[in-house]
């Protein structure tokens, strides 16, 4: 099984002095990020369009192992809804097929909260996504938890991302050989930390399934410290029980 554990982002000054060393340029936060984890999250593509040139760089920049899951612009899954987007589509999914090439990893679509189960919206998503690439799928509205909408999304390779987030149920959600886990932060959102016990149990659920091949595990709570916390102890509980 690949095991990419990593953070929502990396450029927080909340860090500084923290996790990157004193008088550390924040030029090299990224170069330095790259050492100590595998995986990045990019949450600003969900506020601007990527372009090219922008993920091209960070190719160059990465260590060779590296991988970026990025996240679908806002104007595709909050502002259209998916409504005659599909030249958008097609150019994101172009964008970042030719700017991260082997190092792109999952393809994040997070719905808005107010999105509820809606058989026939499901349907129109599944059909406007490009099927070769690693999709996931965040809802953030409870009625979207159902054994229906997840074989569905199976049946099209599309990870149902799983999550830890307020009010939510935080399952671990296995539908596909993928799995993607986010840990947002509980009960304060994108600042608590995680208990021991808690972060045990997502990687416990994670290994006892044997049809999983590739695992995504990122920390969104990077209001503070807690994330870098998290992560380095998931990175060291998963390299000692895959001995």
């Not at 349907?123 to 997840?150: A, K, Y």
């Amino acid at each position: 099984m690949e095991w990419h554990i990593g953070c929502s982002g990396f450029h927080y000054k909340e860090w500084k002095d923290v996790f990157y060393p004193p008088n550390m340029p924040s030029n090299k936060w990224f170069e330095y990020y790259g050492e100590k984890f595998n995986t990045l999250e990019l949450n600003v593509t969900f506020y601007k369009f990527p372009q090219l040139s922008f993920l091209e760089n960070w190719y160059a920049t990465s260590p060779d192992s590296f991988i970026f899951s990025v996240k679908v612009p806002r104007l595709i899954t909050h502002y259209k809804k998916f409504r005659e987007t599909e030249d958008l589509l097609k150019d994101f999914y172009t964008t970042i097929r030719q700017g991260l090439k082997d190092k792109l990893g999952g393809v994040l679509f997070q719905l808005p909260p107010q999105t509820a189960f809606n058989t026939e919206l499901l349907e129109h998503i599944i059909g406007s996504l490009d099927h070769s690439f690693e999709n996931v799928i965040e809802f953030r509205h409870g009625s979207w938890w159902r054994e229906d909408v997840m074989k569905r999304l199976m049946q099209n390779k599309i990870s149902f991302c799983g999550m830890s987030y307020p009010r939510l149920p935080e399952d671990v959600i296995i539908n596909t050989d993928i799995v993607y886990y986010r840990f947002h932060g509980i009960p304060d959102l994108y600042r608590s930390e995680y208990s021991l016990e808690q972060l045990d149990r997502v990687a416990d659920v994670i290994l006892k399934n044997k049809k999983v091949k590739k695992a995504y595990i990122y920390f969104n709570n990077t209001a503070g410290e807690a994330a870098i916390r998290n992560a380095n102890y998931m990175n060291a509980l998963v390299s000692m029980l895959k001995q």
